[in-house]
């Protein structure tokens, strides 16, 4: 079993609709980060969080740490939103330097 | 800040060819990362440093080596390369801030090998 893992593993979705994505883990952290890849490999951070919820433009991040589950939501989705978005946890080797562990990512299109 | 780079973009190897994937980065981060990323699966771990001169395996080191002699610069050596070497590498840079680490993706190395 995965320490990560993510679902949908794909996602399709109307322009305009509510967009979430979930991610468990098994192992104990500092802190979670949700990534995005771009369809040209890229990857930048939207978020690094280790309690409660945090707010950017459309995206909402939430964690339940007793619960181990982060959700990512997408409001009011648009065809730019279409990327890989990846839930990391710090753990495994060096992971007190901070070393991630991913998950597999998980596909959104977003169609117009 | 032009963040972290890493060069060549794009490269095909013939198997047992060697070759240096570079990353630098311009942000004074003491924390440097190499991973892989194969297809349908999350990014794996090759090396991490946590400063120059500082070097540690990962989860998958196996064929590769890395040596930090400046803060800015994170080479990969990929010594007799092989078809399981294909993949998407990405140098990543960060700094501690309250034990969350934030990263810094470079743009990725595209690397085949035949």
């Known amino acids: 079993k995965n320490e990560v893992e993510q679902s949908p593993q794909n996602l399709t979705a109307q322009e305009g609709e509510f967009i979430t994505i979930n991610c468990s883990y098994s192992v104990g952290i500092s802190a979670l980060h949700w990534l995005q890849q771009h369809p040209g490999g890229g990857i930048v951070s939207l978020f690094m969080l280790s309690s409660g919820k945090k707010k950017h433009g459309r995206l909402i991040a939430t964690i339940n740490i007793q619960e181990k589950h982060s959700s990512l939501h997408i409001t009011a989705s648009h065809p730019r939103d279409s990327a890989v978005y990846i839930c990391?946890?710090?753990?495994?080797?060096?992971?007190?330097?901070?070393?991630?562990?991913f998950g597999k990512g998980t596909k959104l299109s977003v169609k117009p | 800040n032009a963040g972290v780079t890493q060069t060549p973009k794009f490269r095909i190897l013939k198997i047992g060819q060697s070759m240096t994937l570079q990353c630098t980065q311009d942000m004074n981060h003491n924390y440097m990362y190499w991973y892989r990323q194969d297809p349908g699966m999350g990014l794996k771990l090759i090396y991490y440093s946590v400063g120059a001169g500082i070097t540690d395996k990962g989860e998958v080191p196996n064929g590769y080596n890395v040596s930090r002699s400046t803060t800015e610069d994170f080479p990969l050596r990929l010594e007799l390369a092989a078809p399981s070497q294909t993949s998407v590498y990405f140098c990543?840079?960060?700094?501690?801030?309250?034990?969350?680490?934030?990263?810094?993706f470079g743009p990725g190395t595209r690397l085949t090998v035949t």
């Open positions: 990543a840079s960060s700094y501690p801030h309250r034990d969350a680490y934030e990263q810094y």
């Open positions: 990391a946890v710090i753990g495994g080797y060096g992971g007190s330097q901070g070393n991630l562990i």
